[in-house]
């Protein structure tokens, strides 16, 4: 009988007396009477054998009594939404920290506890992850919750989150709306997006930036020591728990890759990368995603001793508004997952790292994200930076092409009112969230190698990726252990996207070698034919510097061909006819 007033065509369900799928009706041919069920009683209806987490499929309540067209119809779709709902696949570090219980525990305290050591009371009992009193006691005090913290706060209570649902902001007229024209024509209450209310978010999806070591730091500020010009680089590396702060998660840095970019003293400029998509597929296979960006801003204040000019802080600006904007793109071109959106992603853990002047006159990491609010301001296209202020932001006005939201801010007056401002301008204050930039105190490298190879798109200080380069930095290698040579990010990079022997296809094995520290596959893949062809490769161009047989890398020289025979070029095995210095197929000299 249900399936017949539901139209289902199959009995994938149940049906329940109670709401926590207690006294199950079996199908069976008995009447009502029979069953105990009177007019009016509510039964509960769950669909079955539909595997998911506990709370992703709504409860469906159908009164059978009154089945009228309405309720039949808004039962059947909310089923069916709760069977087709998308399946987001969470990072890793997301789908850990929602295992874990993540309350805080404390100790009997013994002044204040009277009862027995297996007893607890308000002084002792654990508390939740997003205690504010507790994060406010630390030391730093804690001002934003992690962002599971979050989630245990929304999901808490007595209906455990059951309508919980993180809904991204939308400043766009929504579409379908037929009971008037489209805009400018017209707009309704049903698709005008709402005003738009700038608050502190309570929460951030990173709560801590750590680099491995300080190596990576040192060779990206490099760059700015030599030239004076600004810097830009993307951060690679991991997501971690972090356990200073409850159910926090860290962006641990393990490289520095550096796009094509044009740098002055005072602004950068991004350029086109066609390597984008091979560094993102290296870096995967190493095991590390892009977690974030990296900038200077440093201008020297005395060369003599080596400090720099202490530039942002309270009463200026932390970020300008074009920071924000372009930190906002970024954290819109990388979502977080997540399973309590309707969209399937909620934010960002995408991070912003600035290396500017402290407070001492030293270069210091500061490290921060952009709101949820701003990331839609910035996707719809409705903040503007300011020209002549720095720190401050426009919020676009309505135009025929495009319709905006109001924006509004508070701030208090002399007399310490509550006053709601109209973004215009607007102080990117209330966009910005501050994040811990650290240093570890005992190292830790995922990439081992101790020599430096040139860093790439460095041609302007003439540090140029070639084999050159490569057959010099082989050189210097005195390890006798083959995956320490070759441990380094942009030596991989280099491997792979060089134009005369790019080894994308072959260099799998190597980096499962170095992902894994495994000298004996790094062992394995020295003995391909790829490598032996990059050892000849760097014996002839790089002339066969001193020290490239003190650990085996590069074989010894070949002999003499005869002048009179054929010879094969060293460089692509082509016979050339003899009494020829250049290759005919790729014009490279003989020796």
Known sequence: QVAKEFGFSTNGFSIYLNRNKTGEIVSQNKSLSLLKIKHGDMLYLFPSGVPGPSGEVMDVVAPLASSSSSSSSSSSSSLSRGQSGPQVVEDEIDQYLAKQDGKIYRNRDPQLCRHGVMGKCVHCVPLEPFDEDYLNHLDPPVKHMSFHAYIRKLTGGADKGKFAALENISCKIKSGCEGHPPWPEGICTKCQPSAITLNRQKYRHVDNIMFENHTIADRFLDFWRKTGNQRMGYLYGRYTEHKDIPLGIRAEVAAIYEPPQIGTQNSLELLDDPKAATVEEIAAKLGLCKVGWIFTDLMSEDTRIGTVRYGRHKDSYFLSAEECITAGDFQNR????????????????????????????????????????????????????????????????????????????????????????????????????????????????????????????????????????????????????????????????????????????????????????????????????????IEQLCSTVGGQPTGLHDYGAIGGPSAPASTSSMWSCRHCTFMNQPGTELCEMCSLPRS
Not at 422 to 439: G, H, K, M, N, Q
């Open 334 to 533: 990388h979502p977080n997952s997540c399973r309590l959106s309707p969209d399937g992603h909620f934010g960002s853990k995408y991070v912003t790292v600035l290396a500017t002047g402290g407070p001492d006159n030293q270069v210091h990491f500061e490290g921060y994200q952009v709101s949820n609010q701003c990331m839609a301001l910035v996707r719809d296209e409705c903040l503007l930076p300011c020209r002549d202020a720095p720190e401050l932001g426009y919020a676009k006005e309505s135009s025929t092409e495009q319709y905006v939201p109001d924006v509004f801010y508070k701030d208090k007056d002399k007399f310490g009112n509550d006053i709601t401002y109209l973004a215009r301008p607007l102080p990117v204050e209330y966009l910005i969230i501050d994040i811990t930039t650290t240093f570890p105190k005992d190292p830790v490298y995922t990439f081992t190698s101790t020599h430096r190879f040139p860093i790439e798109n460095r041609d302007v200080l003439g540090e140029t990726q070639d084999f050159h380069s490569l057959a010099t930095y082989l050189s210097q290698c005195t390890s006798t252990v083959f995956l320490n040579i070759v441990s380094d990010f942009h030596l991989l990079l280099f491997l792979v996207t060089n134009e005369v022997m790019p080894l994308r296809d072959s260099i799998g094995l190597l980096l499962d070698a170095v992902k894994t520290s495994n000298e004996e596959l790094a062992q394995t893949w020295k003995k391909s034919e790829q490598w032996a062809t």
